[in-house]
């Protein structure tokens, strides 16, 4: 199965960054270096998400490609590798690991001066890396441009076997920062071959309801709800949404797991058995859509727990 879940829902995880900052890391640290300085802070925070419920846990590997490690002394490949090592010992089989890959830093031509091709090269290293390292999906998150997120996703499809996880960050608008509809965002995902689409960061799920609906409309993909505990006081740190008001707001989110309408080409793909993978899950289980929930920043375990409590019943209670 592509995906261990609770009936129509997977648990992934929380912020890992907020998280690691409560846990001591400095001022201007990297967190993922910590996967070689400090693996045993990294390790405490997986734990904590595991403890809490999460099906799907992601490695400390946000930033860890080629682009954002020079000059650090790290190879993409050693940072990733102790990672996923280490998010594997925490889970110690009770969660699946996620390698995460976020943007390079760097735009793509024609915006910027990076080469599609040689994105495409970057993203590849680090979904080698991480499938190596024993990755269970690749998890392509917080993505504003359509263009780098379709080189991440070629690079994991074209070189590993890791079912991909794809989210961009939407602002009030319902764009992306660079201008990316979630249609456009959607459309693309499915077709370069994405398990799961989504989006992550930037918003309270109260206002990432409409962007995530307008995504649930263009494809029958399982969704991935990832967002921020609202916005940071900027004296105090402390995010503005606590554990229970994020997971009220939350709940809005069953509505999406009613599918559209299969499409003409995939009922004759239907018709003949050619379905595969996500499409297949989904159309075999159920007429409802699989749905990914957690948090992004200022989330901690307390909102997977909140979360959980609040899709399954206190009788699930973690």
Sequence with gaps: MLFDSCGD????????????????????????????????????????????????VCANTFGANAIALAGTGYSPEEIISAGVRIAKRACDGGAKVALDIGPTGQLLEPMGDLEFDRAIEIFAEQAIAGERAGADYAAIETMSDLTEIKAAIIAVVENTALPVLASMTFD??????????????????QSLGAAAVGLNCSLEPAEMYETAERIAKTTNLPLIIKPNAGLPDSLTG????????????????KKLKARP??????????????????????????????????????????????IKRAFLGDAQRI
Excluded at 238 to 253: G, L, N, R, V
Aim: charge should be negative.
């Design 261 to 306: 309408e299969k499409t003409e080409n995939e009922k004759l793909k239907m018709e003949s058995g050619g379905l595969r993978g996500a499409d297949n899950l989904q159309s075999s289980v159920s007429d409802c859509r699989l749905l990914i929930v957690g948090g992004c920043c200022g989330t901690t375990p307390e909102y997977v727990r909140a």
């Design 238 to 253: 402390q995010y503005s949404i606590d554990p229970e008001e994020f997971a009220k707001q939350m709940i809005w989110f």
């Design 172 to 189: 009030k608008t319902g764009c992306t920062f660079l201008g990316f509809t979630p249609e456009e965002f959607a459309q693309a995902a």
């Design 9 to 56: 829902y997977v648990f992934y995880d929380g912020a890992m960054g907020t998280m690691l900052q409560k846990s001591g890391s400095r001022p201007g640290e990297r967190p993922d270096i910590l996967n070689i300085t400090a693996p045993h802070i990294v390790e405490d925070v997986h734990r904590s998400y595991v403890s809490a419920g999460s099906n799907i």
